[in-house]
C-alpha cells in the first residue's frame, strides 16, 4: 500500500524556493512603486521571462506535476510578492487555460506561443468572457459570433467587462453566443490573433486592488477571425450544438470549463496574499511595545494570530485537494474546485483585514504593505465566480437540485 503523505517531493521545494526568491527579491521590492502607477509592470514581467517563470515551458512543466500541486504552489509564493504583480505574470494564464481547456493541439501549438512572446519582447494575453448584463450569468451573454460561409470566418460583435490585459494583449479569448436559444449550451471561444481590426479597449478601468493589472472593457465591431480561431473546431461545435438541440446532457460550456481549470489556482493566488498579510503582522505584533511588553503577549492579538494561520492553512488543504482532483481527472462531484477558491478568498478578506487592525493606525498607513494587502484581497471573492457564486455550484453539486 502506497504511504500516504502530505511532504512535497524535491522537485516541488525547490519550486517553490525559486519562485519565493524571485518574489522576494524581484517582485515585493517594485510592488509598491507599480501600484501606485497603476501601470503594467513591464519590466518585472520581462525579467520573469528571462528566468523562465513567464512563459508556455513554465506552465508546462507545472502541469506536468502528477500531484497537481507544482502550479498552486508557484502561485501562492508568486503572489506572496505581490498580487497586482503577480497577475501581471499569471493573467495570461486563464487565456492560456481557455485554449487548452477547447482547443485543438494544432491550436495550442499555434496560439500559446503568441500569448506570451519572447523574452525580448514579451506579450500578454486576455480572456474575455464577462459582460456588463452577465457576469455571474454566463447564460446571459449578448456577443454574438456568425459564421460567414463563402469567407471562412467568424464574426464577433459584442461587449466584454472587466477583462485582464484586455486591449493591450496580443492574444484575446472571446467566448460568444453561437445560437442564443441555447443558453449557456450554445456558446464558443474564439481566438482573437493579434492586430484583429475592429477590437479596441477605450481606456484601462481604475480599481480598488490589483492596480498593477492592467484590467479594461473590450468591444468587438464586427470582429472578423479566419474559420481556425473558433477552439475545437467547427464539426466539433456543431457536433455539440446538435447534441443540445436534441436535448441531450450537456457536458459543459466554454468559459466554465475555463474556470473550473483556474479556481484553484486563483485560491492559491488568495492564499498568497492572506500569508504576506499574517507573516508580516506576526512580525509586527513580536517587536511592537506596548504598555511595557511586545503585543504578542497579550491573548486577544495572540489569538487573532493563531486563527490566521488556521485559516491560512486549512485553505490551502482546500486548494491542494481540488488541484490534486483536477490534475488527475476526479470529478468535483461535491464543488470541491469551487470550495478552494470561496475558502481561500474569503480567509485572504479575513486576515488582511485583521492584520490591519493588529497594525492599528499603522496598518492605515501606506508605509506598511498591509493596506495594499487588504485592497488586494477583496476581489478574491468577486472575481471568477463571487462567493455566492461559489455557494450556488457547491450547494447544487452535494444536494443535486438546481438551488436557484
Known sequence: MAEFSLDLNEEQRDLRDWVHGFAAEVVRPAAAEWDEREET??????????VGLYGFEFLATCWADPTGLSLPIASEELFWG????????????????????AGTPDQLVEWVPQCFGDADSPAVAAFCTTEPEAGSDVGAMRTRAVYDEASDEWVLRGQKAYATNGGIAG???????????????????????????????????????????????????????????????????????????S?????????????????????????????????????YAKDRVQFGRPIIENQAVAFALADMKMEIDA?????????????????????????????????????????????????????????RWYRDAKIYTIFEGTSEIQRLVISRAISGVHVR
Open 41 to 50: 509592470p513591464w519590466p518585472v514581467i520581462q525579467e520573469a521571462a528571462k
Open 82 to 101: 505581490d498580487a497586482g504583480i503577480g497577475l501581471g505574470i499569471f493573467g495570461t494564464s486563464l487565456a492560456v487555460a481557455a485554449i487548452y481547456g
Open 171 to 245: 492574444v484575446h479569448v472571446v467566448t460568444a453566443s453561437v445560437d442564443p436559444t441555447l443558453g449557456s449550451r450554445g456558446q464558443a471561444a474564439f481566438v482573437v490573433p493579434p492586430g484583429t481590426a475592429g477590437l479596441s479597449a477605450t481606456r484601462k478601468l481604475r480599481k480598488l486592488g490589483l492596480r498593477a493589472s492592467h484590467t479594461a472593457d473590450v468591444f468587438l465591431d464586427d470582429v472578423r477571425v479566419p474559420g481556425r480561431c473558433l477552439l475545437g473546431g467547427k464539426e466539433a461545435l456543431d457536433e455539440r450544438l446538435a447534441r443540445a438541440r
Open 247 to 283: 436535448g441531450q446532457k450537456a457536458s459543459g460550456q466554454a468559459a466554465m470549463r475555463t474556470f473550473e481549470l483556474s479556481r484553484p489556482t486563483v485560491g492559491a493566488q488568495a492564499l498568497g496574499v492572506a500569508r504576506a498579510a499574517y507573516e508580516y503582522a506576526l512580525d
Open 315 to 371: 485553505a490551502r488543504l482546500l486548494v491542494w485537494r481540488a488541484s490534486w482532483m483536477g490534475r488527475n481527472n476526479r470529478p468535483f462531484t461535491a464543488g470541491e474546485g469551487s470550495m478552494s477558491k470561496l475558502k481561500a478568498g474569503e480567509v485572504a478578506v479575513s486576515v488582511t483585514e485583521k492584520a490591519v487592525q493588529l497594525l492599528g493606525g499603522a496598518g492605515f498607513l501606506r508605509d506598511h504593505p498591509v493596506e
